[in-house]
């Protein structure tokens, strides 16, 4: 079956440290991959997909097919990246959900 | 706003009812998703619609059915709630059928007491 998981449930850092949100995926075929935010009382917003290979707010996610993972990173977290993250997965054949994974809270402390 | 629009914003409601959530796609989005996002299941995906049509199931219930109507608008209708349907339910819409980038919608919080 297919599974994403994140095994944070927070992550606290300081203001200008580095971040790594851990995403693993279980899936056996050919996935797409996303990062969703969702900031306090906002909606759900797309931060990456990984077959865009964008950078975003300074984030970046590489998709590492031999661990099954999908990790955000940013080099120098700011206070305003503090918000829920959820990894997703989308499998690349018919069928067209998205799985979610459970959400890391970010905290940036000052 | 020409992004998803869902009303109401928060709903309560008493055990047994009904109830009738509404979501508005972007412009010229053909697929609707809908997500059911509670704190002991996470956000899982329920149904989705592509240009009227149903295109896949994921874990929804017997009593909730949904459809999108020629406007591509869609209703996710909720009966014989039970106290465990209370959660926030995201509709989402995509450009087409095929997997691609979903945007969500602001959610609706359903509360049943």
């Known amino acids: 079956a297919q599974r994403v998981t994140q095994p944070e449930k927070l992550l606290s850092v300081f203001k200008g440290a580095p971040v790594e949100l851990k995403c693993n995926y279980s899936y056996s075929g050919s996935p797409e991959l996303f990062w969703y935010v969702q900031y306090s009382r906002q909606r759900l917003q797309l931060l990456l997909r990984?077959?865009s290979r964008e950078s975003i707010k300074g984030f970046t996610a590489d998709l590492n097919k031999g661990e099954t993972s999908f990790h955000l990173k940013k080099p120098f977290a700011q206070e305003e990246d503090s918000a829920m993250y959820y990894c997703?997965?989308?499998?690349?054949?018919?069928?067209?959900?998205?799985?979610f994974g459970s959400g890391t809270r970010l905290l940036v402390r000052p | 706003d020409s992004g998803v629009t869902q009303t109401p914003k928060h709903l309560i409601t008493a055990t047994g009812q009904r109830v009738t959530l509404r979501c508005s796609p972007r412009s010229g989005d053909l697929s609707v998703y809908w997500y059911q996002q509670s704190l002991d299941q996470g956000l899982q995906f329920l149904i989705q619609y592509y240009n009227g049509e149903e295109r896949a199931k994921g874990n929804i219930l017997e009593r909730f059915s949904a459809q999108q109507f020629p406007d591509l608008h869609s209703e996710l209708n909720l009966s014989s709630l039970e106290l465990g349907d209370s959660a926030l339910y995201f509709c989402?819409?995509?450009?087409?059928?095929?997997?691609?980038?979903?945007?969500f919608g602001p959610g609706t919080r359903l509360t049943v007491l």
């Open positions: 997703a997965l989308n499998r690349m054949d018919s069928s067209y959900k998205l799985i």
């Open positions: 989402a819409s995509s450009p087409s059928g095929v997997p691609d980038t979903q945007y």
């Open positions: 990984h077959i």
